[in-house]
């Protein structure tokens, strides 16, 4: 009996302090995820200053800073200011209802994925640990930005965190997204020609930015042109409350666009990507100050940097992961970049031979050459036609939304770029389906404000919207696509339906094989199954699952 009383003291104060830790380490995390703002001068004259309606939809700040929503869909942003806090302060008060309803967007897709409300708060401290550093990683400049921009962010979202906390975390979540179990909702393509390889020997980059974070997310787009107080003027693609840059050209004629490559886990913060893009894209007017900005900061996740230079002639792409920087020059006159490093110091990187292996990646990149291939000299118009194509390699019918397309029909934006002329196009919805719209930044960056609601785009440069867009295959992608959002969010779907309006595409028979399985019709299941394995499937992992779930219907079977 002596033995055992003392066995369970032993246990006790093994529990105890096992309780006290966590409890301490509750209390540190909860507070190591709140940040201080950063301290700023003049914040209440700032502040004070009301935008104006003018007509339309353009309303106007005192200055030359504006906003309005063109007959496209897109929003059109000018914001200058001379001081970090300042300028976003002014972004905040254009775009407020923009930053709302995409926090909302957020929020709610968020809600989707993880249900639970305990879940949700522990993923939220979690979050907050991983990135406690974070403010250390992020200029002082842009810190003053992003309270600027928080201070037009909603109340109701304070069972996240602060506004400064939230707007400052969302920069991250570009990293966060395809690092954590490399979910990889971000896997891009992008692709550059000039010289032989244009029409006119000029530059043309086009890119896929294939971030999906829900439909909601996607809806309201900015095209931002930024005048700031140092640097150079730029203009990039974004959404509300985003200062960071995904996709960009500046007044240089330097362009900048990110894909997402193979990472570890991060346990720690670094400089959000968008973050490291965006002082390139401000700071940067040729390539070697691109790697030497890319080379001062530290990332948490690997990723490649394409970056075109005018006044270099060339592109090339910066590989950076949390330890080394590599830069690949093709020594060409064009460069391809999907989600695997090319460069010979990051080849046989153990993370990037597995991409290359069982991801889309490679058949991607495979894909996209044959298409420059057979479409070189090109021009806006057949860039647009390569990143609105939906096929497989040699032209084979892979499914409407395959991520191994080059247009997985997913896209939050598609842009290209030509840095010579200044001029950039920028897709609308749906996808990148929808026109380009082309804007010249040169003659943007001229205007002294804007008194009406007019056009500010190159009406006769606009590129038109596909015609797939038309037709009736495009009708049967929609019904497949609600049938899919139905079932991601636990509602009824017909299973028929939803491979009869995509029959190519091997997830129309995972999703319908799925559906079957959750209502124990395991030999239905098993069959569509089986059907999927026989069709272009995107990802070795993929593949290995569907084999997993034929196996269980089997067990399901035999009882």
């Known amino acids: 009996m002596r033995f055992l009383r003392r066995l369970l003291k032993i246990i006790g104060i093994i529990i105890g302090v096992l309780i006290l830790f966590l409890v301490v380490f509750c209390i540190y995390v909860y507070n190591v995820s709140d940040y201080d703002p950063p301290?700023?001068?003049?914040?209440?004259?700032?502040?004070?200053?009301?935008?104006k309606h003018v007509e339309g939809s353009l309303y106007t700040l005192e200055d030359s800073s504006w906003i309005k929503r063109n007959d496209y869909g897109l929003y059109e942003m000018y914001v200058s200011g001379a001081e970090p806090f300042e300028f976003g302060t002014k972004n905040g008060k254009l775009a407020r209802e923009l930053i709302v309803s995409q926090e909302v967007a957020f929020t709610d897709e968020?809600?989707?994925?993880?249900?639970?409300?305990?879940?949700?708060?522990?993923l939220k401290y979690i979050i907050g640990f991983m990135n406690k550093d974070l403010p250390d990683h992020v200029t002082d400049e842009y810190k003053k930005e992003i309270y600027g921009i928080s201070l037009a962010a909603s109340d109701s979202f304070d069972?996240?965190?602060?506004?400064?906390?939230?707007?400052?975390?969302?920069?991250?979540?570009?990293?966060?997204?395809?690092?954590?179990?490399?979910?990889?909702?971000?896997?891009?393509?992008?692709?550059?020609?000039?010289?032989?390889k244009t029409e006119d020997g000029s530059m043309l980059l086009g890119r896929n930015f294939d971030f999906w974070v829900g439909d909601k997310f996607a809806e309201n787009k900015i095209v931002a042109f930024y005048d700031p107080g140092k640097g150079y003027k730029f203009a990039f693609v974004t959404w509300g409350g985003f200062t960071g840059v995904v996709s960009g050209m500046n007044e240089q004629g330097l362009t900048v666009t990110i894909n997402a490559a193979k990472s570890k886990i991060p346990f720690g913060a670094a400089t959000p990507v968008s973050m490291v893009a965006r002082e390139v894209l401000q700071y940067a007017s040729n390539i070697n100050d691109a790697i030497a900005i890319a080379k001062?900061?530290?990332?948490?996740?690997?990723?490649?940097?394409?970056?075109?230079?005018?006044?270099?002639?060339?592109?090339v792409i910066i590989?950076?992961?949390?330890?080394?920087?590599?830069v690949y020059d093709p020594s060409s006159d064009h460069i391809l970049c999907t989600n695997h490093y090319q460069s010979k110091e990051f080849e046989e990187q153990k993370l990037n031979k597995e991409q290359k292996e069982r991801s889309a990646s490679v058949y991607r990149y495979q894909r996209l050459q044959e298409l420059t291939e057979r479409n070189y000299p090109l021009t806006p118009l057949k860039v647009a036609d390569i990143l609105r194509d939906r096929g497989g390699l040699h032209d084979a019918n892979i499914g409407n939304g395959n991520e191994k397309a080059v247009n997985q029909l997913i896209a939050h934006h598609s842009v290209i770029f030509q840095p010579d002329s200044l001029r950039m196009w920028v897709s609308t919805n749906n996808w990148q389906l929808g026109a380009y719209v082309c804007y010249d930044l040169g003659k943007i960056f001229s205007m002294k404000g804007l008194l009406k609601d007019t056009v500010i785009y190159e009406e006769n440069k606009n590129i038109p919207a596909d015609d797939f867009v038309f037709s009736r295959e495009y009708r049967d992608f929609i019904r497949f696509r609600k049938n899919k959002m139905a079932f991601l969010h636990g509602k009824p779907v017909d299973t028929v339906e939803i491979v009869r309006s995509n029959p190519e595409y091997y997830d129309a028979y995972r999703i319908a094989g799925d559906y079957c399985f959750k209502h124990n019709w395991y030999g239905e299941a098993e069959a569509y199954y089986r059907q999927a394995l026989t069709l272009e499937i995107a990802t070795v992992d993929e593949r290995e699952a569907i084999e997993e779930k034929i196996t269980l219907c089997k067990k399901k079977l035999k009882r």
């Open 39 to 51: 301290s700023v001068e003049g914040e209440r004259d700032i502040t004070s200053e009301q935008r």
């Open 110 to 122: 968020i809600k989707r994925m993880i249900p639970s409300d305990g879940y949700l708060k522990f």
């Open 159 to 196: 069972w996240i965190g602060d506004k400064y906390d939230r707007i400052l975390n969302y920069h991250a979540a570009h990293d966060i997204g395809h690092a954590l179990q490399n979910m990889m909702l971000v896997g891009c393509t992008s692709f550059g020609a000039w010289s032989d």
């Open 296 to 315: 001062s900061r530290e990332m948490f996740v690997s990723e490649s940097f394409l970056v075109g230079s005018a006044k270099d002639r060339k592109a």
């Open 319 to 326: 590989e950076k992961t949390p330890d080394e920087l590599a």
